[in-house]
Nanobody, 116 residues
Framework: QVQLVESGGGLVQPGGSLKLACAASGFTFSTIYMNWFRQAPGKEREFVAT????????GYADSVKGRFTISRDNAAKTVYLQMNSLKPEDTAVYYC?????????WGQGTQVTVSS
């Protein structure tokens, strides 16, 4: 079965950095787009970033463009989200996502809190 396990969240000061990881299993990782979403308290879940199967093509929400970098290691079946210049408004639970067999799958999420 499809499993997505996020890690790397935590508390960081404004301007700091964090790197999230998502370990995937249960599908052919190297053939499928992988995504990151986030959900802040009281808000809807929103798209953050996507990466193509080869890792050569990426896309970002305007709010994180230039600060976040998505990447993947197909041998390790892991997708990453490097987050730099973090702002308080980046505080959210971050979720790994994949669309497989016509349905979305989500990890359990990892909390990122940006606060001084």
């Amino acid at each position: 079965q499809v499993q997505l396990v996020e890690s790397g969240g935590g508390l960081v000061q404004p301007g700091g950095s964090l790197k999230l990881a998502c370990a995937a299993s249960g599908f052919t990782f190297s053939t499928i787009y992988m995504n990151w979403f986030r959900q802040a308290p009281g808000k809807e879940r929103e798209f953050v970033a996507t990466v193509s199967p080869t890792g050569l093509s990426t896309g970002y929400a305007d709010s994180v463009k230039g600060r976040f970098t998505i990447s993947r290691d197909n041998a390790a079946k892991t997708v990453y989200l490097q987050m730099n210049s973090l702002k308080p408004e980046d505080t959210a639970v971050y979720y790994c996502n994949v669309r497989y067999s016509a349905r979305p799958y989500w990890g359990q999420g990892t909390q990122v809190t940006v606060s001084s």
